[in-house]
């Protein structure tokens, strides 16, 4: 079940939502945030990183700021698409959680996830959670867990996709079903520390997190979600990206 925890939760989690043209999705996925946080009695906060956009992205974070407070929306925006590693270096310089979650803002990864992100973390006292779309069970085992997956891709990129995760499993070994996820919890101290550590850029920095997680001895958990793809808006992934994934498997082999 996703319901509410049963013993008080007295810690404060800080989402990093990095945007870019995300003025339609915006509104629901704080809406859904808002009310799943609230309902699990779950202090909480949205650092939205907007790096921007022309299409009105930070007018409507400004408006959202008004409505459910400054303190629960906090807009820092950047000069330009600087990448996603960056943006969550930039967050970082102003959670005041002792939690951070990363995210999607296009609806790909829904909140109604992030309570059992956090109850597997409680139970087993991990520094990381991580969403997988690969798994039917959680790591380590968890009741309320139901079969990860992926909706609104055709055969082509599911195969890619899945392709992608068994050879950076093969060559890597990361201990995780989904090497480029990115909708994770972390400590913030882990997060803090591992980002020192990382030095790809774009979305090789999903997959390196998790290798050089696993590399300095943190604890993992993986909990299956439902991957949508995007509603509003266009896809960032593209061929670029695809031969940096590429390259990024080879440096991370040779160099962690």
Known sequence: MQGSFNSPNSHKYSVILPTYNERKNLPVIIWLLAKTLNENNLAWEVIIVDDNSPDGTQEVAKQLATVYGEDKIVLKPRAGKLGLGTAYIHGLNFVTGDFVIIMDA??????KFIPQFIRLQQAHNLDIVT?????????PSSPDAQPGGVHGWDFKRK?????????????????????????????????????????????????????????????VGEVPITFVDRIFGDSKLGANEIVSYAKGIW????TV
Do not use: C, W
């Open 251 to 254: 440096v991370l082999f040779t």
């Open 159 to 219: 195969l890619v996709s899945r392709g992608a995760n068994f050879l950076a499993d093969t060559i890597l070994n990361p201990g995780v079903s989904d090497l480029t996820g990115s909708f994770r919890l972390y400590r913030l101290p882990v997060l803090r520390h591992i980002i020192t550590e990382t030095v790809s850029k774009g979305y090789v920095f999903q997959m390196e997190m998790m290798v050089r997680a696993r590399a300095l001895g943190y604890t």
């Open 106 to 111: 296009d609806f790909s990864h829904h909140p």
């Open 131 to 139: 969403g997988t779309r690969y798994r039917a069970t959680s790591t």
